[in-house]
């Protein structure tokens, strides 16, 4: 397939993408399966030729497809081809673009909107090495190195059931993750002056050159649609330019301003970053009146450009739920602002899922749970606007992590559904692979309430999700570890330099990778880091693909039990490993019982296990595919025990929030004091339970934490 002028833009000017060069010249000589993140414009297709060009399929074809630009009806045909009379309109058969690209590299492009049954086909592509063509029986070998890339989450896709989670650990062997525009400066201005050249030389022009004001101009935007928002810029600019120079005014970007923060505007100016040839690029742009519906345009037509199927509903859903949290999940504030009835708004907030689907208490009467009091809106509680707290819901949803062992014993117990079933409200239990995923999950609505390591509420607050800290279980350092094979030549820590680590992205030993780092003065990007859940990751290691993992219990204590792998660094001394009980804010605030009643009943069960480790492993054996032996152990190592989130633990917290805000993990600062639930202060009067910010427990018995 032809490829754009963009396409072809290799440059690796700034010192962030000398660090993403040297990652890409690691990965080319292999045939493993790549994935490339970043957002829209970025060049995941510049990155993708680059690496074929440095791989030993140089010499045969690079096939490029946008995923998203073609239809549902075609995508099957076009990616694994047809035979003749497949269809109406098959008049001959066709090859695919597998088939096309054999011997080669085959780049699929924004591969998260691929439709679910053509997921199902391509896994089995990828895993079979081989594909049949529509109409066909018969299977066609190829060898093809498949690099994909996407510009959305797919961790969130999978755990919103959109995207499989087989194919997202088969794409995930290896990734790049390509940053914008604005946030490698230093790649600006050879961006720039490359499509000038390239540009003129198509119209037979003289190349124009860049005033000092222009090219200032150029790093002060924030360029929302980065590279290709850049080229169109410089060839505008290039076309009605006077004189073979290039002014501010000729790049046309005034309708272009800085993205708005939704942080407090800086007191004082910004201060100013200095590039190579005397440019300077600001730490924090400035923003106009005007920038908020700019940005919002940009964004829009951004999305335009991909096509999306849905697209309508999906910004009708992003508009409802910002507008409701920012009137603090007030129906009527948010009918108001958005100058629709209210009635309106409380349909789609159900259809979107920001309220339960459950009916009042009727008569007036007060909740089960509770009696009726003057609440902040100054009328009854039972006629407040917004989430209507103390409402009867019938499920409560609950994140449940694959080897989770306290919530997953919680499960196979029983008592959680016994004590919420006497008050007519069922469990439904959410399994994920990871604590990331959901915290995404919580993020999105789709869960109420989880049980989740040190890292993912941080990423999930960064990115404004209205979650709360709950309490949370003793620490247990020992229970994570960075390990290396028996025979690594890896003594130290120090060691791992130019090393590639195996890490489930946003989990707790990010952290302990930053501290192992830090004390063996290491910088974190000297590391080379493979982001593999931890079913992949353990694949990956045994077959000696990572240099090291950084892994948690009970697979931890199941990798050492069966390889004898060797640990280098655990969490004394670097971080706790503490496990966060989290919700979603809305819940939390609308049926403080059902959350103490849930913590009540956990802490119940963690002091169970405690007393009783063989029982309890002989539970989970068979739920995890683990021997008995192994989960003894983990058990072992970690005291279950609810406490309260007190002000020790809010710090430890945020020392993990700056560790990750100053490597950039995280896009700003937050304030993990603001996300301590307190239970509204009149059920904790109805339920005589301990002040604001303790665990106390409202039924099971009044257990404190």
């Known amino acids: 397939m032809s490829s754009s002028i963009r396409a072809k833009a290799v440059v690796f000017e700034d010192e962030r993408s000398r660090a993403l060069l040297d990652r890409i010249r690691r990965l080319a000589p292999s045939d493993a399966t790549l994935l490339v993140t970043g957002e829209t414009g970025t060049g995941k297709e510049i990155v993708a030729r680059h690496i074929h060009a440095l791989s030993h399929r140089a010499r045969r074809p690079f096939v490029a497809v946008n995923c998203g630009a073609l239809s549902e009806s075609l995508v099957e045909s076009e990616l694994f081809g047809h035979e003749k009379g497949a269809f109406t309109g098959a008049t001959t058969a066709k090859a695919g673009w597998f088939e096309a690209a054999d011997g080669g590299t085959l780049f699929l492009d924004e591969v998260g909107d691929l439709p679910q049954q053509l997921q199902v086909k391509l896994l089995r592509v990828l895993q079979e090495r081989e594909v049949v063509r529509l109409g066909s029986r018969q299977p066609i070998p190829i060898d093809v190195r498949l690099i994909a890339a996407t510009n959305v989450e797919l961790e969130a896709a999978v755990a919103a059931r959109r995207f499989r989670e087989d194919l997202f650990y088969r794409l995930n062997v290896a990734t790049v993750s390509l940053l914008p525009l604005r946030e490698r400066p230093g790649d600006i201005l050879p961006l720039a002056r490359y499509f000038l050249s390239v540009h003129a030389n198509r119209v037979g022009a003289v190349p124009a050159e860049l005033t000092p004001e222009a090219g200032q101009r150029l790093l002060e935007h924030p360029w929302p649609g980065n590279i290709r928002e850049l080229e169109n810029a410089i060839h505008h600019a290039l076309l009605v330019c006077k004189g073979h120079r290039i002014t501010p005014a000729d790049l046309r970007l005034t309708a272009l301003q800085p993205r708005v923060s939704t942080l407090p505007p800086p007191a004082q100016v910004p201060s100013l970053r200095a590039l190579p040839g005397g440019w300077t690029a600001p730490e924090a742009p400035q923003t106009t009146p005007e920038a908020p519906l700019a940005a919002l345009e940009s964004a829009l037509l951004a999305l335009f450009e991909q096509n999306r199927p849905g697209l309508y509903e999906h910004i009708e859903e992003v508009l409802m739920r910002t507008a409701y949290r920012h009137c603090h999940r007030n129906q009527l504030q948010t009918a108001r602002l958005l100058g629709i009835s209210r009635n309106i708004v409380r349909a789609r907030l159900l259809q979107f899922g920001e309220l339960a689907r459950s009916a009042r208490p009727r008569g007036g009467e007060p909740p089960e749970s509770g009696p009726v009091s003057s609440g902040p809106c100054g009328v009854d509680e039972a006629a407040c606007d917004g989430e209507e707290r103390g409402a009867a819901i019938d499920t409560v949803r609950i994140g449940c992590q694959r080897f989770g062992l306290l919530m997953r014993l919680v499960k196979l117990k029983g008592s959680l559904e016994r004590a919420l079933g006497r008050r007519g409200v069922k469990v439904a239990w959410v399994e994920f692979p990871d604590g990331a995923q959901l915290a995404e999950a919580l993020r ?16 999930a607050l960064s990115a404004r999700a209205p ?16 390990i290396v094979h028996r ?16 890490l489930n992205k946003g989990s707790n030993v990010d952290y302990l990778l930053i501290r192992a780092l830090e004390e063996a003065n290491v910088r974190y990007e000297d590391v080379h880091l493979t982001f593999i859940p931890p079913s992949g990751a353990r694949a990956a290691f045994e077959r000696r693909e990572v240099d090291a993992w950084a892994i948690w219990n009970p697979m931890l204590s199941s990798v050492r039990d069966a390889t004898g792998a060797r640990v280098l660094r655990d969490g004394r001394g670097l971080a706790t490993n503490t496990a966060y009980y989290i919700g979603a804010r809305g819940f939390a605030d609308a049926h403080p019982d059902v959350v103490k009643l849930f913590l009540s009943e956990v802490k119940a069960v963690g002091e169970w296990a405690n007393e009783n480790t063989e029982a309890a492993a002989e539970l989970l054996a068979p739920q995890l595919g683990l021997p008995q032996a192994v989960l003894v152990a983990a058990l072992q190592r970690r005291r279950f025990g609810l ?7 809010v710090a430890s917290q945020q020392e993990v929030a700056d560790a990750f805000l100053k490597l950039r993990l995280i896009p700003h600062p937050i304030r993990v004091a603001e996300a301590q639930w307190a239970p509204p202060t009149r059920w904790d009067r109805a339920a005589r339970c301990e002040p604001a910010g303790a665990v106390a427990c409202a039924g099971g018995g009044g257990r404190s934490g």
């Open 487 to 502: 025979d690594s030549p890896i003594r130290t820590v120090a060691d791992l330099k130019g090393k590639t680590v195996a």
């Open 643 to 649: 406490r309260a989130l007190d002000a020790e633990l």
């Open 444 to 459: 999105a609505t789709q869960v109420d309430l989880g049980l989740v390591g040190e890292a993912p509420p941080i990423f």
């Open 467 to 482: 979650i709360v800290y709950l309490a949370a279980e003793p620490p247990a350092p020992e229970g994570e570890a960075i």
